[in-house]
């Protein structure tokens, strides 16, 4: 079997089940292989000045467009573009805030993780609302991150509720500050917002794992 390409309708056809033409141009499996993954990767074919099937660099996004020589976009889809890319990248970082905020934090004074989700945070507010109810010299039990009971006295109530109040100002402060850079960014999508970000539980246990 040999595989052509019409170069008209940018389409490759085999002499087994298609009528070929003289109009088509004769390629290799190696090179119908190669030229198929160029075009699923977004180059573009195209005959060169010695009829052979040469291919572009790859399309930078679907907004770019090729002028015969290079990849080039318009100030109007450009400024399309900045506005699609740094949504996402908000979306991403409003993600990794979330994950940040929900994901545990260490707390020193008792030397435990402590859950800091909607149901870990729940907690925190009854254990606090038995507190002013009971008085400030009762204990109580804790379920700590790892599932282990801690018995907390209020000066430790306080450090822990204190450190999940920290937690969610600064994540917040984080993906505030990341967000504002990368409204200046001419390139959002080469923007490093990695940095500032607690550790959540998970990532302390994946680490004890390696």
């Known amino acids: 079997m040999a595989y052509f390409y019409d170069a008209k309708t940018d389409v490759f056809y085999n002499d087994e089940v298609n009528q070929i033409t003289e109009n088509m141009i004769e390629v290799s499996e ?6 198929i993954d160029a075009r699923n990767r977004g180059c573009l074919l195209f005959i060169d000045n010695n009829g052979k099937i040469g291919t572009t660099t790859a399309r930078p996004t679907p907004s770019h467009e090729w002028n015969g020589q290079a990849w080039i976009i318009s100030k109007e889809k ?3 573009l900045l506005i699609k890319q740094r949504a ?7 993600t990794k805030r979330d994950e940040c905020v929900n994901g545990g934090v260490f707390v020193p004074e ?3 993780w402590v859950d800091t ?6 907690t925190l507010v009854e254990i606090k609302a038995d507190f002013d109810l009971n008085g400030k010299n009762n204990t109580y039990t804790l379920i700590c991150a790892d599932n282990t ?5 209020f000066d430790e109530f306080k450090a822990v509720w204190n450190a999940v109040k920290t937690l969610k100002e600064k994540m917040y ?10 409204e200046q960014s001419e390139n959002p999508t080469d923007y490093n917002w990695s940095t500032g970000w607690s550790k ?4 302390h246990l994946n680490e004890q794992q390696t």
């Open 30 to 35: 190696d090179d119908f292989i190669h030229l």
């Open 173 to 182: 402060e984080n993906a505030y500050m990341h967000k504002v850079l990368l």
């Open 117 to 122: 989700d909607d149901k870990g945070r729940s």
């Open 200 to 203: 959540t539980y998970q990532e």
């Open 149 to 153: 009971a801690q018995v907390i006295h």
């Open 110 to 112: 008792i030397n435990k």
């Open 78 to 80: 450009q400024a399309e």
């Open 88 to 94: 996402e990248i908000r979306a991403q970082i409003n």
